[in-house]
Structures are given as structure tokens and as C-alpha cells.
């Protein structure tokens, strides 16, 4: 659900001022050198009266010099704004179910999905996401998160990742219904091989929207390309024990496998099957297979 992001190494672009020399042939070295002589003091003086930046030619006969002026235009500026060390992405999906932690919330239905993260090269990062969702009258029908936090290379080949999520449900309509709760979360990174592993954890405290009651998550994902194909392969198998626990226990597993195909650098076509531990719910905890259709920018 949630993107980490390299922002772009921060520079400094500085414009100036180049001379180009053009020498023509001459028959008589010393007449030459009277001429450059002529030249640099024409040249120095011009300096030193601070002409104005425009291309000026200096026409001596036998050899001309250009001083060219390099001001900082439009398209310079833009690049200097990009360079600054921010960068912005975006994304948008449709999913033929939207399946969180191996529960359902679109009511086994189809999903708009989107969200535009903001990175700076340090790390730091902001972000928002949205889905809509099934969630009747106290949740409504849209679910918009957003979050901050940092991630980086701790060390060769390991990544970290953590940050503070917000869950909010904007359009439930039952007053006096608290919604919306916080969850911090963190996760590491790194190569097993040919297979990128990730370990996670999340945990939402004691909050109103809980029935004043938490919730501990933890989970790992594994990640593997085919060679020389476009087709990568996944996997996931999360733990919760909580308020969010899909077994009478408040203890639950879920997992999942799944194939996506990179269509274009953009473009990707995703297949998955999902289940979870507990009672089997049409359109809600049950198993299934499910399709995504994604588009980064």
C-alpha cells in the first residue's frame, strides 16, 4: 500500500560566461600576435565596462573573438527546481478485490485505487493513498491514509523503512462514530539471493476507533524476478493479534501468493490469491484469487 521512494541527489548549477577563440590564417607570425595582443585588451576593456550579457564580436581582420553569454533561462531554472532533492510519484490501480491483511473492504467488489508521494533525497518522505471501499454507513465508501516517515540504506544491501500511518474514513455518516486511528510501522530490507525479503511490523495503540483496544502486526514478503523475463513472483504471510484478528482467538495468520507482469516500465498487470485463519465469510475472509491493474508515474 505504501511506496518508499529515493529522492534525487541534491546539486548546484552555476552559469557563466566562455570565450571562444577563432584564429584565421595569417602569413606573418608577428602580425598575429599583434593582433591577439589587440584583441585580449579590446576584450579586457569591454570586462571591465561590464558590457552587457549578449553575444558581442570583436572584428580585428585577421581574427574574430565571441564572448557568449550563458543568462539562466526557464528550462535552467525548472531543472534547478527539480535538482533540489525532491521528487514526486504517483499511482493508480483497479483491483478486482481490495484485500487488506486478508480481509476484504470493497465487499468483494472492484476498487479504484491511487496515492502521490512527495521524497526528499535525505529520506524523508510524505504520502497519501486512497481506495474506495464497501464500508456501509459508520466507514462510508472511501478510505484515505496518509503518512510520513523516513527510509534509507543502513548498510550494504539493507534498507529500513519507518514512519506514522493514519487511516481516516471521510465519508461514514453515523454521529459520534470515531473512525479513523493511527498505526507506526517499520520494516527492513534486503537480497537473499536472487529474492528480496522484507520484515515488518505495524502497531495501532489503544484508540477509541479500537473499541479502546490494539493491535500488533507483523509480516514478511518475498520478492523474485524470472530471468530474462517480465514476470516477477511473491509471496506474504502476516500475523496479527488483536482487535483485527479474524479468528474469536484475537490471534490470526493470513498469506498470500502472487505473478506480475511489468507490461511497460509504467504499466503492470498483477495476479494474487489471498486467504486468511477464521471463519469463511462470502466476499469478506474467504479465499480467492484476485487481479490488479496498476500504473506508476
Known amino acids: 500500500m505504501l511506496t518508499s521512494i529515493r529522492g534525487l541527489t541534491a546539486a548546484t548549477l ?8 577563432t584564429p584565421a590564417l595569417a602569413a606573418d607570425d608577428n602580425a598575429v600576435e599583434g593582433d ?33 553569454a550563458q543568462p539562466v533561462e526557464a528550462e535552467v531554472a525548472s531543472q534547478m527546481g527539480g535538482e533540489s532533492g525532491f521528487e514526486i510519484s504517483g499511482n493508480v ?36 493513498w486512497a481506495s474506495s471501499i464497501s464500508g456501509g454507513s459508520p ?19 539493507i534498507s529500513f523503512d519507518i514512519g506514522l500511518l493514519y487511516y481516516i474514513y471521510p465519508t461514514g455518516d453515523v454521529p459520534g462514530f470515531d473512525s479513523d486511528y493511527f498505526e507506526p510501522y517499520a520494516s527492513i530490507s534486503g537480497d537473499l539471493g536472487p529474492v528480496n525479503a522484507t520484515l515488518g511490523v505495524a502497531y ?20 523474485t524476478a524470472i530471468p530474462n523475463t517480465p ?7 502476516g500475523y496479527t493479534d488483536g482487535v483485527f484478528a479474524t479468528k474469536a482467538s484475537g490471534k490470526s495468520f493470513d498469506w498470500g501468493v502472487g505473478a506480475s507482469w511489468a507490461v511497460t516500465d509504467s504499466l503492470s498487470l498483477g495476479f494474487n490469491y489471498v486467504d486468511t485463519e477464521g471463519p469463511s465469510f462470502e466476499d469478506f475472509t474467504d479465499a480467492g484469487f484476485f487481479f490488479t491493474l496498476g500504473y506508476s508515474m
Open 93 to 128: 490501480a483497479l483491483v478486482t478485490d481490495y484485500r487488506f491483511r486478508g480481509v476484504s473492504f470493497s465487499d468483494g467488489d472492484f476498487a479504484l485505487q491511487g496515492g502521490i508521494d512527495v521524497a526528499h533525497s535525505s529520506g524523508f518522505y510524505v504520502g497519501t
Open 204 to 223: 495501532a495503540w489503544d484508540q477509541a476507533s479500537l473499541g479502546s483496544q490494539d493491535n500488533f502486526y507483523i509480516y514478511t514478503d518475498f520478492e
Open 14 to 21: 552555476f552559469a557563466g560566461t566562455a570565450f571562444v577563440a
Open 139 to 157: 466507514y462510508g465508501e472511501l478510505e484515505l491514509d496518509v503518512y510520513g516517515g523516513w527510509s534509507g540504506d543502513i548498510s550494504e544491501g
Open 231 to 237: 514476470i516477477s513472483l511473491t509471496a506474504h504471510l
Open 36 to 68: 591577439i595582443l589587440n584583441v585580449e585588451m579590446a576584450a579586457a576593456e569591454l570586462v571591465a565596462a561590464d558590457a552587457p550579457a549578449a553575444d558581442v564580436a570583436l572584428d580585428t581582420g585577421a581574427i574574430t573573438m565571441t564572448r557568449v
